[in-house]
């Protein structure tokens, strides 16, 4: 019985040895956690999680004081990356900020443009291009469609167009593969 | 006799060849009206510099290469453009494209044709011209040949290659074209010789043209080109780029690589052609040899005018009752186009007309069963299964560990299965999937950047302000002003945004910001108001996205 | 959306299928030969209770009938799994089999082409766990045999259990060579007193059993020059009994059987070229082949030697079926010109 027990111990002290020695002579020199969620997250910038943008709303999930769930843009498939990132359960997106949009960009109606550069503030990523007291338009390229822009025009010349497709950005398609009835 | 090679996999599917190898090219003829897409080639889609209602002569350039990896486009005959815009094109998408259409007048009158001494010029700038005159691979990949015949690479090119394979069942183009114009392939592929700096040249032929193998050997002989002309064994795929490398030169192209990395270029015999026409001639690529058969009465080549429905392709081959259907290109690499009024573009090789005989439904597909009979006809030798079965459960990441962008989508796979898998399309999605995802990523990663960049510039701009403050206050008052860090600053003007923003949501109905404004701005505000409400009305209704 | 390759090779897995059942032929009339009708009723009522079982299991899972049951998956599992049990099985013993193989290893596991573990393999699992006595009523080989059974007797005694008057139990069945050797080893005999001592050794293999080997041998290798199996499997199982018993009969004849005479049972046979070529359950990979051929024949000695059960083959399958996603991952070929890059 003794002589078991202290096999076992035995065993089971090498097996630790071992163990703790491969975690330090492996050990993956990874990205911050900050870096791994904000990788993930879409950087759109818009600020629906109640953070003014990515980067911080990654820093207060990486310290456990925001949910997962809270980016709309990038959608249950974001909530998914970051549940299997942080090892917790996918949970539905909280649609108290809001739902999951088509990817759109921003268009300026550059007749109705004034000139404000409010808009030109708004943009978290410097999308807009104008001066005071000349038309604005927006770098359709760059703009990540977070909405920022919309609201501060005074003359409401900022519309939200979304993406269409077209031959140059269109995916093939999953194949659809029948292998039950259709009932 | 050279030493040919024989690549991995490949099948023998019926070859279907003779209905339309034995009638002659019948020349071009001119449609009432022709729809060029600016989308014809890899790369950026050209730009139009022509107007509606504008007269163009044949061969004018209507829209120029916008960029390094894109080629012009040019009228193929004399009319009007009548429109720039959205019009149907051969796209397995079925999805519209950009297109200039052009009404024809009939006269099909040439502008002027300038032949270039392509011995003393630049090679840049013969480059440059290939790329105005719009030539492009016309095997199928349609990739910008200014772009393959620039040798700067590592290693240098030592062969270049004539593809004269046409492995494809049905298609008879390639071969029409080497029977009937034999030196001025061989007249192109001198000028590439001369700007890639290859010291070999080898046209491969599949041994089931022979006529084409003896005018090939011919010509050479007449214009005294050291051309190697090789007959190879015929095997689908072997004209593909990697595989007649192989067979021709015995040289392995890297997996992920290029034939170029092994210091082989390879040219389809058509764009052979074209370049020598644009080059000798001064004629820019606006016509191509096309296979019309399949379901028609009088299965033939023709040389097309880029641009021509291909319902009238149908009509001069003699279009039969029992038609279901138009496959651009091949059967096994083609696709179904969404309507016959598509028009012929630079990558058709092949109108095939499809009746329920010749291409009847396909049998349902089962699950598979894991025979691996699709693994020994892989010509890239990759694990066709276990890519389908990646694909299938959508693990991009594990499809891709496993050599997927190898794969060339030849359908040898496909053609073998016993449980009738469309594998070639489980790739398909699979690689459009990783490049969008790899686009978005992309895209992300410049909006942080911008998006950092911003931050830092606000955090400057306060900086430099307050300092400005300070020193202002310094020499008006004793005491300095009590300022929080440009760092809470920041963060507190962000959020502050983001609450604004909120609030505003709420109260989208009424205008904005218009307390803090100047006389001069409200006035001007107050101007448009009637107009704004009508464009509102217009700009908000949502623009669904397309659903295919 | 379109497919590429709008053109199809003719073939099916419904051909597949047929010509496995096709090369089974010369198996089974070397059966009828030596060991007379029992088998072809066996194999009559696992296709019919094989068809019954996947259309109810089809119509349970709501997928479509016709072109699941045309692909005669199923019935192959039947013959498989009838041509592994003893000839004279009751009737009740095939359908368990067949319920298991059916319904629990091929459809619970997702069907034609998701089952792990060869179905006919498991049903045989069962079966011999649950009930060895009657797994062990081996037909005695006709040359053998008192009175061989009419086609009518045999009936009888598979669906009724009845014996012709006059008859004994005793005369209709007999242990297979296996199983002898087995019991015989358990009494501390040496091989060479089993041998002696029992009718049921033939010239190489069991009396009648050598035979149908041999005609499972010739139906495999049509299935081989035809390109349905790969040649690994079938070499590398035989090679792995071959060596693994070679090796166990050099170190002690007296008690471990010769190579030869492992080979020459039908179970190998059938193992080797019917049933761990089993596409769906084996390796996919050339090299992965050959390991897990050589598995199979590797284990099915040492069951056969050391193990609780007269033959192995059934167990070592389907042990070889539980590594192969591990086979086939480290056994990845290399790619079209991936030696040159690195
Ligand atoms: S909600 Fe907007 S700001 Fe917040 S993480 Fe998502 S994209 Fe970034
Ligand atoms: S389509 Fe791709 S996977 Fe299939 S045979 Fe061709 S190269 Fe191989
Ligand atoms: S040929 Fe079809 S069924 Fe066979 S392994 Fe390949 S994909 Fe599966």
Redesign the pocket.
């Known amino acids: 019985m003794l002589t078991a027990i202290l096999v076992m111990a035995g065993i089971a002290v090498a097996v630790g040895a071992v163990l703790g020695f491969a975690a330090l002579r492996y050990k993956v020199e990874g990205d911050p956690l900050v870096e791994k969620i904000d990788a993930i997250l879409p950087q759109t910038q818009c600020g629906q999680c109640g953070f003014p943008g990515c980067r911080p709303y990654a820093e207060a999930i990486a310290k456990g004081e925001a949910d997962i769930n809270l980016c709309p843009p990038g959608g249950e498939e974001g909530v998914k990356k970051l549940a299997e990132l942080l090892g917790v359960e996918p949970k539905p997106l909280d649609e108290s900020h809001g739902v999951q949009k088509p990817k759109s960009v921003a268009f300026i109606d550059e007749s109705l443009c004034i000139g404000c550069t409010l808009c030109i503030q708004a943009c978290p990523v410097d999308a807009i291009l104008g001066a005071a007291k000349q038309m604005h338009t927006i770098i359709a390229a760059e703009c990540t469609g977070c909405e920022l822009c919309v609201a501060p025009c005074p003359v409401d010349c900022i519309s939200m167009v979304p993406l269409k497709e077209d031959v140059g950005n269109w995916k093939w398609k999953y194949p659809v593969f029948k292998l039950k009835q259709v009932a | 006799m050279m030493e040919l090679h024989r690549f991995p996999g490949g099948i023998h599917p019926d070859e279907q060849k003779a209905q339309s190898a034995a009638r002659p090219i019948h020349a071009a003829f001119v449609p009432k009206k022709l729809v060029v897409p600016l989308r014809q080639h890899i790369g950026q889609p050209a730009k139009p510099v022509v107007q509606v209602g504008e007269h163009v002569l044949k061969g004018q350039m209507i829209a120029e290469a916008d960029g390094y990896v894109s080629v012009a486009i040019h009228a193929p005959s004399s009319g009007t453009v009548t429109d720039i815009g959205l019009a149907a094109v051969p796209h397995p998408s079925g999805l519209p494209d950009l297109c200039i259409t052009i009404a024809t007048d009939g006269k099909d009158e040439w502008m002027a044709r300038t032949p270039v001494d392509w011995r003393n010029t630049d090679p840049a700038a013969l480059r440059g011209h290939v790329r105005d005159m719009g030539i492009v691979g016309l095997g199928g990949a349609v990739f910008p040949s200014s772009i393959k015949l620039d040798p700067a690479g590592n290693p240098p090119i030592h062969t270049l290659v004539l593809n004269g394979g046409e492995c494809e069942p049905w298609i008879t183009c390639d071969d029409r074209l080497m029977r009937e114009c034999a030196e001025d392939i061989l007249e192109g592929a001198r000028i590439m010789q001369h700007l890639l700096g290859a010291s070999r040249v080898i046209a491969g032929i599949e041994d089931n043209k022979p006529e084409a193998i003896a005018a090939m050997r011919a010509a050479a002989q007449k214009l005294g080109l050291a051309v190697e002309v090789a007959a190879m064994p015929t095997i689908y795929p072997g004209g593909g780029g990697k595989q007649i490398t192989k067979t021709l030169t015995g040289l392995d192209t890297p997996s992920g690589g290029r034939t170029t990395d092994v210091g082989v270029q390879v040219f389809n015999m058509g764009t052979s052609y074209a370049l020598a026409r644009a080059i000798l001639h001064g004629e820019p690529l606006i016509s191509r040899i096309v296979t019309v058969t399949g379901h028609v009465l009088r299965p033939q080549n023709y040389e097309v005018l880029i641009g021509t429905p291909m319902r009238e392709l149908l009509l001069r081959a003699g279009e039969r009752d029992g038609t279901t259907g138009i496959i651009m290109g091949g059967p096994m690499m083609g696709f179904d186009v969404p309507n016959p009024d598509v028009p012929v573009v630079k990558s058709t090789n092949c109108v095939l007309a499809k009746s329920a005989e010749l291409f009847p439904p396909k049998p349902r597909e089962l699950p598979?069963?894991?025979?691996?009979?699709?693994v020994p006809v892989c010509p890239a030798e990759l694990q066709?299964?276990q890519l389908?079965w990646f694909a299938r459960a959508k693990d991009l990441g594990k499809a891709q560990e496993y050599h997927l962008f190898d794969c060339i989508e030849c359908g040898c796979?496909s053609y073998?299965?016993?449980?009738h898998?469309p594998?070639v399309d489980y790739y398909r999605f699979a690689k459009s999937e990783i490049w969008a995802r790899e686009k978005e990523k992309r895209l992300a990663d410049t909006a942080r950047d911008r998006h950092e960049f911003r931050l830092f510039r606000q955090e400057r701009e306060k900086k430099e302000k307050a300092e400005r403050l300070a020193a202002k206050a310094q020499t008006k008052k004793a005491e300095a002003p009590v300022l929080s860090t440009p760092e809470q600053d920041a963060k507190q003007k962000l959020i502050q945004e983001a609450l604004a923003r909120a609030q505003a949501k709420k109260a989208a109905v009424s205008p904005k910001n218009v307390d803090n404004l100047s006389p001069v701005k409200q006035a001007e505000i107050a101007e448009i108001e009637a107009r704004r409400a009508k464009i509102r009305a217009i700009a908000k209704q949502p623009v669904e996205p397309e659903q295919p | 959306m379109t497919a590429s390759a709008h053109i199809l090779q003719k073939g099916s897995v419904t051909r597949v299928m047929l010509l496995v059942l096709a090369c089974l032929l010369p198996g089974v009339l070397a059966y009828v030969w030596q060991f007379g009708w029992g088998i072809v009723i066996n194999l009559a009522w696992a296709s019919i209770l094989a068809l019954a079982l996947e259309a109810l299991a089809l119509r349970l899972r709501s997928y479509p009938l016709k072109p699941f049951l045309a692909d005669g998956s199923a019935v192959v599992t039947a013959w498989l799994l009838a041509l592994s049990l003893p000839p004279l099985a009751p009737w009740w013993l095939t359908l368990v089999g067949m319920l298991f193989a059916i319904g629990v290893a091929k459809h619970l596991y997702g069907g034609l082409g998701q089952n792990i573990f060869n179905p006919a393999m498991i049903g045989f699992a069962v079966l011999i766990i649950s009930f060895p006595a009657q797994m062990t009523q081996w037909a005695a080989p006709l040359s053998l045999a008192a009175q061989p059974l009419t086609f009518g007797e045999s009936l009888g005694f598979i669906f009724g259990g009845g014996l012709p008057p006059g008859l004994g139990l005793d005369a209709v069945v007999s242990a297979t060579p296996l199983d002898t050797l087995r019991t015989g080893l358990l009494q501390q005999h040496t091989l060479h007193e089993i041998q002696a001592a029992s009718h049921v050794f033939g010239s190489v293999g069991g009396v009648g059993g050598e035979w149908v080997a041999a005609a499972y041998l010739a139906g495999g290798l049509i299935l081989w020059a035809l390109r349905i199996v790969p040649w690994q499997v079938p070499a590398a199982f035989l090679a792995g009994i071959w060596l693994t018993a070679g090796f166990l009969h050099w170190a002690d004849a007296g008690r471990y059987a010769a190579p030869w005479f492992q080979i020459a049972t039908p179970s190998a046979m059938l193992g080797a070229f019917f049933i761990a070529t089993d596409p769906v359950t084996g390796a996919t990979t050339p090299r992965g082949r050959l390991i897990f051929g050589l598995g199979a024949g590797f284990l099915t000695v040492i069951i056969r030697a050391f193990g609780g059960y007269p033959d192995g083959v059934a167990f070592a399958i389907l042990l070889m079926n539980l590594c192969v996603p591990l086979i086939d991952a480290y056994t990845q070929p290399p790619v079209f010109g991936a030696a040159k890059k690195k």
């Open positions: 598979c069963i894991r025979c691996t009979q699709c066709p299964q389908y796979c073998v299965c016993p449980s898998i594998l």
